[in-house]
């Protein structure tokens, strides 16, 4: 009844929206919060792709699985790094931490 | 217009709606509310594609850990960013006209592919869908390797993020 | 006779045929069964809270050698009736700069989340809400949105004791839902499904004898997860001004009370369910209603042993608790769950009765030996102190130079 195109169609808008947050906002937790966005829009890809083609195989769960773990990896070494810069530097601004500017 | 297609239109807007407003809005705080809804709505979307495990997954490890995380980070740097002043930087049109584009692309790409509006086919009748998720996980024909390089990854991240953040008290 | 056993089934039964009589059509009958069902449901928790209420300050009285409420009605029954009028006739007052939709939406998320539990334990064979095939792992998503409703309580009401109050609250529950996830996993392991109702089918020997320290460590990390004593710094009545329900008035606090009640009695239904064998006894297959009996008294005795630990142990500090969870709980559970699953893995061909022996043994033997662990560290603390307090000045001395 939904056509594999209306997900497809999903995902690819939200992880636009997600690079736009990423490449947009100052806030460096902003730009964390947009790549939280585009691993959602590719989970959402990938479990479409499976139900729609191949749902009898494990790959898709597999790889989504896969990228829930690096998910949480990369957010919590992400938010350590910026609460230590933010200890140092006391600032959150990505464009404010520049000390290895050439 | 069946009441499935309609709820799922609902979903889509409620979560294209809250992705908007995490990037756009000014205050830090409310953006990662609206990061949680819009991890809700992932959610449901994955119930849609009848991927119940995936669904309780995201809520237990998006929103109940990442969210949270996010919300802690948010706090603590809260002091200084009284989010004042524009949130976004100067070329803002540019990111906006660039995530356009790609989301263009990609959409008149998958739209010159045959299966772009395949229908759903049927589920295969078969034991149980997690059981066999969890063999593939650990069978060294199938995916063993990537879920203990995964398990590495989070051992990295584990110990990198307690050192990153430990506050050295003048030893 | 078929009423008499399985009452709710053929009530629904009953309305389903009324419904379908007046040319409602089918699945339109059936979304509106469930609709009642789970109205009934939540409104049968929230009514039973009342009576919860009474119980534990009846009980808590009587553990500390007095009367408990006795004054309103017979053994102070209408007591909690009459603390609802107080609470409903408070006046809400919103602090000022409080973001109002949150500081709103926080309690109605917090009892949501504890009545969302409800609907996936199995009262009986026939009767629950639905039978998930990951009901487990939704009842600690579930959990989770509960603690985001403690830190929108937190954060929103515009004050920095809430705020601080909830950030330790939340660090407490996201620490103890590790030891509770893995201890979980151990009678998920055992059953090999993790809908609770194939749980309780599989318990042909209840969990909790093979596997004893799991149910130990989900009993703890569940009163840490509520809580209550001795896990209750973060709510504690002479603390209360960094809670983080500190701005909320009215029935928006009556709300939270309430969520932490039926908090504390789902954690008890989940319990039985999951290590006491639900409803399993003898001939509760046949008659639903004997099964919903046999569960009733599980579960009262697993709340009841929650109010004895309230009334009898005292408050654990934060750093306390901390170290509890990642020093021992934590690496416990590792172990239970590793061993469960090698000595069940090994022991799969011989007979029932023998794996479910050394199953029993195993949990003996791991914990015997973090007894012994826990035991030399123990003592060795106690030479340290007592070495300390032989020779004060000296050793003072001794610890700053060091």
Same mark, same amino acid.
């Given at each position: 009844?939904?056509?594999?195109?209306?997900?497809l169609?999903?995902?690819?808008?939200?992880?636009?929206i997600?690079?736009?947050?990423v490449?947009a906002?100052?806030?460096a937790?902003?730009?964390?919060?947009?790549?939280?966005?585009?691993?959602?829009?590719?989970?959402? @890809?990938?479990?479409?792709f499976?139900?729609?083609?191949?749902?009898?195989?494990?790959?898709?769960?597999?790889?989504?699985?896969?990228v829930?773990?690096?998910?949480?990896?990369?957010?919590?070494?992400?938010?350590?790094?910026?609460?230590?810069?933010?200890?140092?530097? @006391?600032?959150?601004?990505?464009?404010?931490?520049?000390?290895?500017?050439? | 217009?069946?009441?499935?297609?309609?709820?799922?239109?609902?979903?889509?807007?409620?979560?294209l709606?809250?992705?908007?407003?995490?990037?756009?809005?000014?205050?830090?705080?409310?953006?990662?509310?609206?990061?949680i809804?819009?991890?809700?709505?992932?959610?449901?979307?994955?119930?849609?594609? $009848?991927?119940?495990?995936?669904?309780v997954?995201?809520?237990?490890?998006?929103?109940g850990?990442?969210?949270?995380?996010?919300?802690?980070?948010?706090?603590?740097?809260?002091?200084?960013?009284?989010d004042?002043?524009?949130?976004?930087?100067?070329?803002?049109?540019?990111?906006?006209?660039?995530a356009?584009?790609?989301?263009?692309?990609?959409?008149?790409?998958?739209?010159?592919?045959?299966?772009?509006?395949?229908?759903?086919?049927?589920?295969?009748?078969?034991?149980?869908?997690?059981?066999?998720?969890?063999?593939?996980?650990?069978?060294?024909?199938?995916?063993?390797?990537?879920?203990?390089?995964?398990?590495?990854?989070?051992?990295?991240?584990?110990?990198?993020?307690?050192?990153?953040a430990?506050?050295?008290?003048?030893? | 006779?078929?009423?008499?056993?399985?009452?709710v089934?053929?009530?629904?039964?009953?309305?389903?045929?009324?419904?379908?009589?007046?040319?409602?059509?089918?699945?339109?009958?059936?979304?509106?069964?469930?609709?009642?069902?789970?109205?009934?449901?939540?409104? !049968?928790?929230?009514?039973?809270?009342?009576?919860?209420?009474?119980?534990?300050?009846?009980?808590?009285?009587?553990? $500390?050698?007095?009367?408990?409420?006795n004054r309103?009605?017979?053994?102070?029954?209408?007591?909690?009736?009459a603390?609802?009028?107080k609470?409903?006739?408070?006046?809400?007052?919103?602090?000022? !700069?409080?973001?109002?939709?949150?500081? @709103?939406?926080?309690?109605?998320?917090?009892?949501?989340s504890?009545?969302?539990m409800?609907?996936?334990?199995?009262?009986?064979?026939?009767?629950?809400?639905?039978?998930?095939?990951?009901g487990?792992?939704?009842?600690?998503a579930?959990?989770a949105?509960?603690?985001?409703?403690?830190? /929108?309580?937190?954060?929103?009401?515009?004050?920095?004791?809430?705020?601080? !109050?909830?950030?330790?609250?939340?660090? $407490?529950l996201?620490?103890?839902?590790?030891? /509770?996830?893995?201890?979980?996993l151990?009678?998920? %392991?055992?059953?090999?499904?993790?809908?609770m109702?194939?749980?309780?089918?599989?318990?042909?020997?209840?969990?909790?004898?093979?596997?004893?320290?799991?149910?130990?460590?989900? %009993?703890?990390? $569940?009163?840490?997860?509520?809580?209550?004593?001795?896990?209750?710094?973060?709510?504690?009545?002479?603390e209360?001004?960094?809670?983080?329900?500190?701005?909320?008035?009215?029935l928006?606090?009556?709300?939270?009370?309430?969520?932490?009640?039926?908090?504390?009695?789902?954690?008890?239904?989940?319990?039985?369910?999951?290590?006491? !064998?639900?409803?399993?006894?003898?001939?509760?297959?046949?008659?639903?209603?004997?099964?919903?009996?046999?569960?009733a008294?599980?579960?009262?005795?697993?709340?009841?042993?929650?109010?004895?630990l309230?009334?009898?142990?005292?408050?654990?500090?934060?750093?306390?608790?901390?170290?509890?969870?990642?020093?021992?709980?934590?690496?416990?559970?590792?172990?239970?769950?590793?061993v469960?699953?090698?000595?069940?893995?090994?022991?799969?061909?011989?007979?029932?009765?023998? @794996?479910?022996l050394?199953?029993?043994?195993?949990?003996?033997?791991?914990l015997?030996?973090?007894?012994?662990?826990l035991?030399?560290?123990?003592?060795?603390?106690?030479?340290r102190?007592?070495?300390?307090?032989?020779?004060?000045?000296?050793?003072?001395?001794e610890h700053?130079?060091?």
């Open positions: 009844m939904i056509p594999l195109s209306w997900f169609i999903l995902a690819a808008a939200l992880f636009c997600g690079l736009y947050g490449l906002r100052k806030n937790i902003g730009i964390l919060m947009g790549v939280e966005l585009m691993l959602n829009a590719v989970n959402i @890809n990938l479990l479409a499976w139900r729609y083609r191949t749902p009898a195989e494990t790959a898709g769960p597999a790889f989504v699985v896969i829930f773990a690096v998910a949480a990896a990369e957010v919590a070494v992400g938010l350590a790094l910026i609460i230590s810069a933010y200890r140092r530097r @006391n600032t959150v601004i990505a464009d404010e931490i520049d000390l290895l500017k050439g | 217009m069946t009441l499935l297609q309609l709820f799922f239109l609902f979903v889509s807007a409620v979560i709606g809250s992705a908007v407003m995490v990037v756009s809005t000014r205050k830090m705080l409310h953006a990662a509310f609206w990061l809804l819009a991890l809700f709505g992932v959610a449901v979307i994955f119930v849609l594609l $009848q991927a119940s495990f995936f669904a997954v995201q809520v237990v490890i998006y929103i850990a990442i969210a949270i995380l996010i919300l802690f980070a948010v706090m603590l740097t809260r002091r200084v960013m009284a004042v002043g524009p949130q976004v930087i100067r070329a803002w049109w540019l990111a906006g006209i660039a356009a584009l790609l989301c263009a692309v990609l959409v008149w790409l998958l739209s010159s592919w045959n299966g772009f509006t395949a229908s759903l086919p049927p589920l295969p009748q078969r034991g149980d869908p997690i059981a066999e998720l969890g063999q593939a996980l650990v069978s060294p024909n199938a995916f063993a390797l990537p879920f203990e390089v995964a398990s590495v990854l989070l051992l990295a991240a584990l110990v990198g993020a307690i050192y990153i430990w506050e050295r008290k003048g030893k | 006779m078929n009423f008499l056993l399985d009452p089934n053929a009530i629904a039964n009953w309305l389903r045929t009324l419904f379908l009589g007046w040319g409602v059509p089918p699945d339109v009958a059936s979304f509106l069964l469930s609709l009642l069902g789970a109205g009934i449901l939540a409104t !049968g928790a929230m009514l039973w809270v009342i009576f919860l209420i009474w119980y534990e300050r009846k009980l808590l009285g009587r553990i $500390q050698d007095r009367f408990g409420p309103l009605g017979p053994w102070g029954v209408f007591q909690p009736i603390d609802m009028l609470i409903f006739t408070k006046e809400y007052i919103t602090p000022q !700069g409080a973001d109002k939709f949150l500081y @709103n939406l926080a309690p109605v998320l917090s009892v949501a504890v009545l969302m409800w609907v996936v334990v199995p009262f009986a064979v026939t009767i629950y809400g639905v039978d998930l095939n990951v487990i792992l939704y009842i600690v579930v959990g949105l509960g603690e985001l409703a403690i830190i /929108m309580a937190g954060l929103s009401s515009n004050n920095k004791y809430a705020m601080l !109050g909830a950030f330790r609250v939340v660090a $407490q996201i620490s103890y839902e590790v030891p /509770m996830v893995i201890s979980l151990v009678p998920v %392991m055992l059953a090999r499904t993790m809908s109702n194939g749980l309780v089918i599989a318990q042909d020997a209840w969990y909790l004898f093979t596997a004893p320290l799991a149910a130990l460590i989900f %009993m703890i990390t $569940q009163v840490a997860e509520v809580g209550r004593a001795p896990f209750d710094l973060v709510e504690a009545e002479s209360i001004v960094a809670g983080y329900n500190i701005e909320y008035s009215g928006k606090f009556g709300m939270f009370y309430v969520a932490e009640f039926l908090h504390a009695f789902t954690v008890s239904l989940i319990f039985a369910t999951v290590f006491l !064998g639900g409803w399993r006894g003898p001939s509760a297959e046949q008659m639903p209603i004997l099964g919903f009996l046999y569960y008294v599980k579960v009262a005795i697993v709340y009841f042993i929650f109010i004895l309230r009334g009898s142990l005292p408050r654990f500090r934060i750093d306390q608790m901390m170290d509890l969870n990642w020093k021992l709980l934590t690496p416990l559970s590792i172990a239970v769950l590793a469960s699953a090698v000595v069940d893995k090994l022991l799969q061909s011989i007979p029932v009765f023998w @794996n479910h050394a199953l029993f043994a195993a949990n003996v033997v791991i015997w030996i973090s007894m012994t662990i035991n030399r560290r123990f003592r060795r603390e106690q030479t102190v007592a070495g300390l307090e032989a020779r004060p000045a000296r050793a003072v001395q700053i130079s060091a």
